[in-house]
């Protein structure tokens, strides 16, 4: 019986696809593992696709609305999560069937993510519950979503998922636990209102509900996601606002994380005391931080009501 099928969201990027699918071809020995691909570009792909391979195409916008489209493809327990611009380790699928075999009451594990090439140097960003880390090159091209490898973790209280636990280019997750709770909020993530934040949202769901989630350096991939100081301003804008919507959401309900989150932003943006021995990535205009807050903030609270009508409905 298959264990894990393989789900990639993707977006107006064929050639990312293409490279993505020739890369998963020489790691993969055999079509033992389904792969879904949710394609949400203008135009459908029309190729012929192997037996092994779901292709979906949808009009839909929103990364959270593509991963929940691939968990209602997925007919095996767990699904494993990764990003177009992602190139896993040849021992990825190996260390994914690893973890669930060796701790099958887990349900959402992160990996370690690391910048294509070489020619990078790495940085530590100081936040309220440890660091997250991005790279960056002499020609000033940034990557983010980037986890150094640190040993393995495992929690079922409220933690910083960045930090503790990881990104959403790759997750392994359960499939019943996760529709259990509803799947993503279609609000949340790449292309939808919010832009970001459905991974976060998730773990921090799932934590609130008991399950137990970790990171494993094993499960490794390689991030190709360069961009210009330019890009990265309007990226970390656009993850600053999903960031904020989610813990104000998850504030409100009392997560001492939310919180934590929250007050280290309000000192950092408002009172600029972060610590400037340690490298931050390129400055963010004022104007892109001012509508990230304003657009988190009553994000946030949307949330919140959304979820109390939900509850009632």
Known sequence: MRTISIALCTRNRPHHLSAWM??????????????????QSDIPLTQHWPAHITYV?????????????ALQYCTTPYILFTDDDCRPAPDWLLHAHACITRD????????????????????????????????SRANGDICHAVRRATPPFRTVQPVAVLECLGHGNQMLMQCAVVRNLGGFHPWLGAGAWLLSGEDVDMAMRLLQHGYACAYTPTLHIIHDAWMTPAAHAHS???????M??????HAWHH????????RFRWHHV???THTTSVASAPP????????AIVHGIIGGMCLVVHARWRRRA
Do not use: C, E, K
């Not at 594990?109 to 997250?132: E, I, K, N, R, V």
């Open 22 to 39: 020739h890369h998963m071809h020489t790691i993969m020995l055999s079509a033992t593992h389904t792969i879904i691909i949710i394609d």
């Open 57 to 69: 195409h949808t009009p839909h916008r929103g990364l959270a609305r593509a991963r929940n489209l």
């Open 104 to 135: 099958p009451t887990v349900a959402l594990w992160f990996g370690q993510a690391t910048p294509s090439g070489s020619d990078y140097q790495l940085h530590d960003y100081p936040t309220h519950a440890g660091y997250t880390t991005w790279a």
């Open 236 to 242: 970390a804008q656009h993850s600053s606002t999903g």
């Open 244 to 249: 904020i919507a989610v813990h104000v959401a």
């Open 255 to 262: 997560d001492p994380s939310a919180i934590a989150y929250l």
């Open 270 to 272: 408002f009172h600029q």
């Open 284 to 291: 963010v205009p004022a104007w892109r931080r001012i509508i």
